[in-house]
């Protein structure tokens, strides 16, 4: 995929996000699509999912993972990416 084909976007979770295994869940969920990134706690209680991709397979990955944790998301935030370097694989981050 060349670098015009690939998106970043960074999203904030609000909710009930945090010890109900929505790391493990997006990191599960992003198996299943052609997406790097990461996802980890925030201290004040949110969830920052970062995901790089086709914009197909982005929206695709946030769309399932919209519908598996439906029930403890209240709010999502879309922010500019950060500089963190993104990995190749999908990980959680501490």
């Given at each position: 995929?060349?670098?015009?084909?690939?998106?970043?976007?960074?999203?904030?979770?609000?909710?009930?996000?945090?010890?109900?295994?929505?790391?493990?869940?997006?990191?599960?969920?992003?198996?299943?699509?052609?997406?790097?990134?990461?996802?980890?706690?925030?201290?004040?209680?949110?969830?920052?999912?970062?995901?790089?991709?086709?914009?197909?397979?982005?929206?695709?990955?946030?769309?399932?993972?919209?519908?598996?944790?439906?029930?403890?998301?209240r709010s999502v935030d879309e922010t500019a990416?950060?500089?963190?370097?993104?990995?190749?694989?999908?990980?959680?981050?501490?």
């Amino acid at each position: 995929m060349s670098d015009s084909d690939r998106n970043t976007r960074r999203l904030i979770y609000r909710g009930t996000v945090q010890g109900v295994g929505f790391r493990m869940t997006v990191r599960r969920i992003a198996g299943r699509f052609a997406v790097a990134g990461f996802v980890r706690n925030l201290p004040d209680g949110t969830v920052e999912l970062v995901a790089r991709g086709a914009a197909k397979e982005i929206d695709g990955f946030l769309s399932a993972v919209d519908e598996a944790m439906a029930g403890y998301i209240r709010s999502v935030d879309e922010t500019a990416p950060g500089p963190e370097e993104v990995p190749a694989g999908f990980e959680i981050r501490p």
